[in-house]
């Protein structure tokens, strides 16, 4: 599929550079920060791709919150553009349309 770029990823602050941003209301992402920064120091720390569907565990807690569901039914994003942007790939198809209202 060929994606567009979405408003929210133009007007990203990293696009402009934080440097230039005074006020963001709007915006929930920071900087880019090293663990130093706020005093950490994990040198055993192991980084790895978790489940793509989000972590088991986080998924059955979810889950067992509706007994009509199992961790396979429930997805976990990083964050809510992302998850808007799967359920809108997810129920629209290219001869659909879509009103936004910005």
Do not use: W
Request: charged share 25%.
């Amino acid at each position: 599929m060929n994606y567009t770029r979405m408003v929210i990823e133009k007007e990203a602050p990293e696009e402009y550079g934080y440097d230039l941003i005074r006020y963001n209301l709007s915006e929930s992402s920071i900087a880019d920060q090293k663990l130093s920064d706020i005093g950490l120091s994990l040198p055993d720390l192991t980084l790895f791709y978790g489940e793509h569907r989000g972590d088991r565990e986080l998924r059955a807690l979810v889950a067992a919150q509706d007994a009509g569901i199992s961790p396979d039914d429930v997805l976990v994003t990083a964050g809510a553009a992302g998850a808007l942007f799967i359920i809108s790939t997810s129920l629209l198809s290219a001869s659909d349309h879509l009103v936004v209202i910005r």
